[in-house]
């Protein structure tokens, strides 16, 4: 969905900058979730993609609460799912889902992904958002269903599916 009249920020005067920005960004995204209760278990994960290595991108190491997560404990991860910066370890789901999302999508910095009880509730029932709240309004015509799932994601032909579903919407 294209938006219009949406005040983007300047654009920061260094990569480095804004890499900062992206990281700090990246962090509180994580600790919103864990104040929301997104974040059940190790499953989810939220990326952004770095502003100079284009094909890499930061994550959330596998394992660590959300709640807890800091700009310091983010982890950058190559395309093909070697840490090049940080400590831990990578969650495979999310570099087998993530890297195929942000390699067919050049266009998207960020992809979110967890598995919160409303969400897994509203997954089990198999079908798109009906258009009849303001919240649900902003995803008509621009959301998928994937009912192709096979199980846990560990490997990046299931992530390849799941980003061609993605792409169209």
């Known amino acids: 969905m294209q938006q219009k009249n949406i005040r983007h920020p300047e654009a ?3 990569i480095e900058e804004e890499r900062l920005h992206r990281k700090q960004r990246l962090a509180a995204a994580f600790r919103l979730w864990a104040k929301l209760g997104y974040d059940e ?3 989810g994960h939220i990326t952004a993609r770095d502003p100079e290595l284009s094909d890499h991108f930061w994550v959330n190491p596998f394992g660590k609460h959300f709640s807890l997560i800091s ?3 983010l982890l950058l991860v190559n395309h093909d799912g070697e840490v090049v910066e940080g400590n831990d370890v990578v969650n495979r789901a999310a570099f087998a889902i993530h890297s195929q999302i942000h390699a067919a999508r050049p266009d998207v910095n960020a992809a979110a992904h967890c598995h919160s009880m409303h969400g897994k509730a509203w997954s089990s029932l198999g079908r798109l958002l009906d258009p ?3 919240d649900a309004c902003a995803f008509y015509d621009d959301h998928v269903l994937f009912d192709d799932y096979t199980g846990v994601v560990l490997d990046t032909s299931e992530g390849k599916r799941i980003a061609h579903a993605l792409a169209g919407s």
Do not use: E, H, K, N
Request: hydrophobic share 35%; glycine share 8%; no cysteine.
């Open 132 to 134: 009849i709240t303001q």
């Open 41 to 43: 278990g190790p499953a």
């Open 71 to 73: 700009v310091s404990d």
């Open 12 to 14: 920061l005067p260094s």
